[in-house]
C-alpha cells in the first residue's frame, strides 16, 4: 500500500507540477528586447544619474538581467572603455536593473551591455507568431517557403545593446568605437551633432562584418525631460520661460523607473502606419514570444521599418524631440549542431535627439522688425542737418 501510494504521490507531482516546471522554464530562458536606457540622454559633468537596463519593451522592463549573464558591460569615454564592476548593478522590482553612476568631463559617451546566450523551446504555433510579432520576417517567409510553419524549433539567442549619451557640450569622438559585440549598431554620425528633422545612418554590424539587406526598426518616444543645456541648475530657455518636451502618452510620466505602462500607439511615421503597436495589458510578460498565447495582437514593429543597404547602413530619420531607439533580430538556421534549430542575436542602440540650440537659430532679424532700419536713420538724420544747414545759412 505505502508503494502504491508513493507512485500515485509521484504521478500527482508529474501531472501537476511539469507544466509548472515549463513555466517557469520559459520566464528564465525567454529573450525580451533589451534596452539601455537613461531619463535623459544630456547630462552634465560630475552629475549623478540612474542607467537603467529594460528587458522587455522601450517603456517597460519585465524581468532582471542577473549578473552572471553579462558577458560585458562597459563604457567608452574620452579614448578609453572602463568595465562596470558587477557589484555595481541594483535590481529594482525584479524587473529593472539599475547602475547609479556619476558622470566625468564632458564629451560623448557609449554605455554597452552584452549577454551570453541562452536556449528555448518553442512549439510551432509560438514560434511563427514570435517572428511575426518581433518582426523576423525574413524567416517567417523562409518558414512558409520550406513548408516548415509545423515544425518545432530549439533557439539560441543573444542580445547586445548599446547607449550614447552626451555629458556637457564638449562633443568627442567615442561615439564610433565599435565595442566587438557578435552583433551591433554603429552610428556614422554622432547622433548629438544631429537635430530635429536631420537624418542619421547607422551601421549594423554581424561580426564585425556589415550586415546587409537586414530589417531594422527604428522608433522614438517624446522625452519628459527639461534638459540643461550647457547649465548646471538653470533650465534651458527658449522664447518662454519654460522649455519642456511632454510625454506621448497622455498624463503619464516616463522615467526610467516605472514599471507601469499606458496605452499608446506610435503611429508618426506613414511607411509603417499599418504596423500596430499596442501594449493594453499592463500585467502581462513580454517572454520571448511575446505571449503568443494571447488573442491579442502584440507587436515590437512600430516606426520605421529599414533595411541596411550593401554596406550595412540604414537611414533613420529624426523627425522630432525624443528618444530614439533602433532594434533588429538577426536569425539564421542553425547547421552546426543537432539541438538548436535557429540562432538569433538581438541589438538594440538608444539616443536621444532634440532641435537646435545655437545662436542663429535664436537670432532676430531686425530688418524685417517694424523698427527703423539703422541706415534709414543715419541717412535721414543727415538729410535734415543738411536742410537745416542751408536755412540757418540764408537767414544769416
Keep these: 500500500m505505502h508503494k502504491q501510494n508513493t507512485k500515485l504521490s509521484k504521478a500527482l507531482k508529474h501531472k501537476f507540477f511539469k507544466p509548472l516546471y515549463y513555466l517557469i522554464a520559459i520566464v528564465l530562458l525567454c529573450s525580451h528586447d533589451l534596452f539601455i536606457k537613461l531619463e535623459t540622454y544630456f547630462l552634465q559633468p560630475n552629475q549623478e544619474a540612474t542607467l537603467s537596463l529594460f528587458n522587455g519593451t522601450f517603456e517597460k522592463s519585465d524581468n532582471i538581467i542577473t549578473r552572471d549573464r553579462m558577458l560585458d558591460a562597459s563604457v567608452v569615454a574620452q579614448g578609453e572603455r572602463v568595465a562596470i564592476e558587477a557589484t555595481k548593478w541594483e535590481d529594482q522590482d525584479s524587473t529593472i536593473t539599475n547602475l547609479k553612476f556619476r558622470t566625468g568631463e564632458s564629451g560623448t559617451y557609449v554605455a554597452g ?24 520576417f525574413d524567416m517567417l517567409q ?77 522608433d522614438f518616444i517624446k522625452s519628459a525631460h527639461s534638459h540643461q543645456h ?68 502584440h507587436t515590437h514593429t512600430s516606426g520605421q521599418q529599414l533595411r541596411t543597404d550593401d554596406n550595412g547602413v540604414a537611414t533613420v530619420d529624426l523627425t522630432e524631440d525624443g528618444i ?40 532676430h532679424d531686425h530688418e524685417h522688425e517694424d523698427h527703423i532700419p539703422t541706415w534709414v536713420f543715419v541717412l535721414g538724420s543727415l538729410m535734415i542737418i543738411g536742410v537745416l544747414f542751408f536755412i540757418f545759412r540764408k537767414r544769416a
Design 113 to 136: 551591455v552584452s549577454t551570453k546566450a541562452r536556449n528555448i523551446e518553442l512549439t510551432a504555433e509560438k514560434f511563427n507568431k514570435y517572428l511575426k510579432s518581433d518582426g523576423v
Design 142 to 218: 523562409q518558414r512558409t517557403n520550406d513548408n516548415l510553419l509545423d515544425k518545432d524549433v530549439v533557439e539560441n539567442y543573444q542580445k547586445h545593446v548599446k547607449a550614447i549619451y552626451q555629458v556637457g557640450d564638449t562633443k568627442t569622438n567615442d561615439w564610433k568605437t565599435v565595442l566587438g559585440y557578435p552583433i551591433e549598431f554603429v552610428p556614422q554620425a554622432n547622433p548629438y551633432d544631429k537635430h530635429t528633422g536631420d537624418q542619421l545612418q547607422a551601421q549594423l554590424l554581424l561580426d564585425g562584418k556589415p550586415l546587409a539587406h537586414q530589417l531594422i526598426f527604428a
Design 230 to 297: 550647457g547649465r548646471h541648475e538653470a533650465d534651458h530657455t527658449h522664447d518662454e520661460q519654460e522649455h519642456s518636451h511632454s510625454h506621448s502618452h497622455d498624463d503619464a510620466k516616463h522615467t526610467h523607473g516605472n514599471s507601469e505602462t499606458e496605452s499608446h500607439d506610435h503611429s508618426h511615421d506613414e511607411k509603417t502606419k499599418d504596423h500596430e503597436h499596442s501594449h493594453n495589458d499592463g500585467g502581462h510578460n513580454h517572454e520571448h514570444h511575446d505571449n503568443v498565447d494571447s488573442d491579442k495582437t
Design 324 to 363: 530614439y531607439y533602433l532594434r533588429t533580430i538577426y536569425m539564421a538556421r542553425a547547421t552546426d549542431s543537432d539541438e538548436i534549430t535557429h540562432r538569433s542575436k538581438w541589438a538594440t542602440l538608444t539616443f536621444e535627439v532634440t532641435h537646435a540650440h545655437n545662436a542663429d537659430a535664436h537670432a
